[in-house]
């Protein structure tokens, strides 16, 4: 069959499909993953096929209101749709659709004849268990979740308007705005895979047919890929090390957050490598180590804990590892993902982003580190997640 997988955002929006999309391809299928041109190199490794999709119209990381979140995402799958309709070939039998893909996605299919599939990596559906992802983590009871959930559809909905208007234009569709074209999808029960661990987020009872939760899927990483050698050296050197990363968050906050970390890991007496990432942090010293891009699947579960801006992939993988979490929210839906780390026992509780000092943060290694009971839940936690097997339910699901 041929698949096309689209995706867009950060990093960590984009990585979980390559390895989807490299099971697929191992079950025997044609499988090409449409995304940024940033994240080509990443696609190309898994051995699928890449086409370019539209990039952000400005840079990510940054730490900003959730109206200024909103301005730019409208912005961005306004001219992300201008491009979509050029991603797909006439011979494509299946589309995989993100939730940021999907409200174009739909429209595209409609015009030439496509299935689709949702896979999802993050839950969008209203439910009473849990507000919004994007309302972060505290609970307004079952009727104020549902209701929330609602309004969050909503405001996806105003955020597409433009984006799908035109794109239906361009497709010589009638016209149709995305609140309906959502609905459409619903009453169907077209199907929903979602990408995350029910370790993490139990399938909603409240959910309608078609929604699913199926278990993580992991980014691709090459049988023979391994840790550099500096970062081997430096395991070897002495005892456990703290991983400290923001990811794609925090970018102009790399002299602060490398200044808060160094002093954090000294105050709990504890060794530590730092991730450079969008926001540049460096540190320097024999107990500190600071590296580029590395497969967290290789050096998690070599860590003593894990402090994060709680995207859902590094939150998965953390969890993977059996690794306690200090999670360190910035923006979206990392204070949902933070919360759930938490409610099970997994991480701390969460230091949000504005207010992380030196002295927090060394407090909540002392806790994550020292106190046994976040590793033994980060554990059982990790051998629920080695019985998913996301990818198997997406080929059971294409029938």
């Known amino acids: 069959m041929r698949i096309l997988i689209a995706a867009a955002g950060s990093r960590g929006d984009v990585a979980p499909y390559t390895g989807l999309g490299a099971g697929l ?31 952000r119209p400005q840079a990510q990381g940054g730490v900003v209101s959730r109206r200024e979140l909103m301005r730019t995402a409208a912005a961005f799958v306004t001219e992300l749709g201008q491009g979509f309709a050029d991603a797909v070939d006439p011979g494509t039998e299946l589309l995989l659709l993100s939730a940021t893909t999907a409200p174009l996605g739909w429209h595209v299919a409609e015009a030439l004849g496509i299935r689709t599939i949702g896979t999802y990596l993050q839950p969008t559906a209203p439910t009473g268990d849990f507000p919004p992802n994007v309302m972060g983590s505290r609970s307004l009871g079952r009727l104020g979740n549902r209701a929330a959930g609602h309004i969050a559809l909503r405001m996806a909905d105003r955020v597409y308007t433009e984006a799908v208007t035109e794109l239906r234009r361009r497709l010589d569709l009638p016209a149709l705005g995305p609140a309906e074209t959502r609905r459409r999808q619903e009453r169907a029960h077209r199907p929903v895979l979602h990408g995350f661990s029910t370790a993490l987020v139990p399938r909603p009872s409240d959910w309608r047919a078609g929604l699913h939760v199926v278990g993580t899927w992991w980014p691709y990483v090459a049988p023979d890929r391994r840790l550099p050698g500096e970062v081997e050296d430096f395991l070897a050197a002495g005892a456990r090390p ?21 002093q954090a890991l000294r105050r709990a007496g504890l060794r530590g490598i730092v991730q450079s990432g969008s926001a540049g942090l460096a540190a320097d010293g024999d107990d500190v180590l600071t590296i580029g891009d590395v497969p967290h699947a290789l050096l998690f579960p070599r860590v003593a804990a894990v402090v994060h801006h709680a995207g859902a992939g590094t939150s998965a993988a953390a969890l993977r590892a059996g690794a306690p979490a200090i999670p360190v929210p910035v923006t979206a839906d990392q204070p949902f993902w933070a919360g759930r780390l938490a409610s099970i026992g997994a991480a701390t509780a969460p230091v949000p982003f504005a207010s992380l000092t030196a002295e927090r943060l060394a407090d909540a290694l002392a806790q994550a580190v ?23 339910a997406v080929l059971k699901a294409l029938g």
């Open 25 to 55: 391809r191992e079950a025997g299928h044609d499988v090409t993953l449409a995304t940024t041109d940033a994240f080509a190199p990443l696609v190309r490794e898994a051995g699928l096929g890449f086409r370019s999709l539209p990039s």
């Open 242 to 262: 703290v991983f400290i990363g923001f990811g794609s968050m925090a970018a102009g906050h790399g002299e602060r957050l490398s200044e808060i970390a160094v």
């Open 370 to 392: 020292r106190r046994q009971t976040y590793a033994r839940a980060a554990s059982v936690a990790a051998r629920h997640m080695a019985t998913e097997d996301g990818v198997g």
